[in-house]
């Protein structure tokens, strides 16, 4: 299959590195990437010669930020319930369940669906410059690809409602206080201490791993995440939604109702 919204690259017999490639839109999760990040996972994950996938954005300035909003702003609620259900199945459902370790090299702005990229993966480490959050209450709506329980699940309850309640992103070094990276690097190292880490899990048993991925998340089995997604959708039938979206597009502050 031929991709426009990603790239793939194999850095070594055994390391495979997906890149997600619209940095004019701050490589935006549409459904398009989402489909083709999708592909690329399963075909990985279905490789037994690759053993760890790294994941990054392209350019400096994100990994990405956040679900597609100009694509979602004008749908129904029933559209938005279906959006995020499907992004669970196709993509952070599906790579918290890969038997091959995914590491997420945060390069920058990782923020809503980006994060939530970021969550679903399996180890993280972030560049200097990377700055992550969950702003989605800022535009009347709430984190719909499994934000509100993985974060909660990684960093505590307190710290998790801090960010997805006031929307503020924390910068790299707050985010390795938080226990949401492993570690910070500069960004020209950022790749390498990725592919360092993805050297340690090389030395074990990939079977033992798929196994340890299986036993770890069943700690975690997120019946949240369909309250996650009923509400979600629910955001959309609010005016709230309406005003926050478009807000963002006509790049003002948006003017909520406190009635
Ligand atoms: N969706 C669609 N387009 C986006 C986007 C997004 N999430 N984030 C950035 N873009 C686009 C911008 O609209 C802009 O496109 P145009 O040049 O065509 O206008 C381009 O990317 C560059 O962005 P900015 O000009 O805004 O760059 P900036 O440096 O001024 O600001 C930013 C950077 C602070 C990250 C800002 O782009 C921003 O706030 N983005 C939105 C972040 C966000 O709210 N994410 C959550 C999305 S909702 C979600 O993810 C729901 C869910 O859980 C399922």
Do not use: C, W
């Amino acid at each position: 299959m031929k991709y426009q919204n990603i790239l793939i690259k194999d850095i070594s017999a055994h390391i495979r590195l997906i890149t997600l490639n619209r940095p004019a839109q701050l490589n935006a999760l549409n459904k398009k990437t989402i489909e083709e990040l999708h592909e690329a996972l399963k075909k990985a994950d279905d490789d037994r010669a690759i053993r760890v996938v790294i994941l990054m954005g392209s350019g400096e300035k994100a990994f990405a930020a956040g679900a597609d909003i100009k694509e979602f702003m004008n749908f129904t609620p029933e559209e938005g319930r279906k959006l995020s259900e499907d992004g669970h199945k196709l993509l952070f459902d599906f790579i918290e369940n890969m038997k091959t370790p995914v590491i997420a090299a945060i390069n920058g702005y990782a923020l809503g669906g980006g994060l939530e990229l970021a969550l679903a993966s399996h180890i993280r480490i972030a560049s200097t410059n990377a700055k992550l959050g969950l702003p989605e209450v800022s535009l009347g709506v709430i984190p719909g690809y499994g934000g509100t329980q993985r974060l909660a699940h990684l960093i505590g309850k307190g710290r998790a409602m801090e960010m997805i309640l006031t929307a503020r992103p924390v910068d790299a070094q707050k985010a390795f206080t938080y226990g949401l990276v492993s570690e910070v690097v500069p960004f020209e190292k950022l790749l390498d201490k990725a592919v360092e880490y993805a050297g340690y899990i090389l030395k074990n048993s990939p079977q033992a791993i798929g196994l340890a991925i299986e036993a770890v998340n069943a700690a975690f089995t997120n019946t949240g995440l369909k309250k996650e997604n009923e509400l979600f959708g629910k955001a959309f039938s609010t005016s709230d939604f309406k005003e926050g979206t478009r807000a963002f597009i006509e790049r003002r502050k948006p003017g909520y109702s406190v009635d």
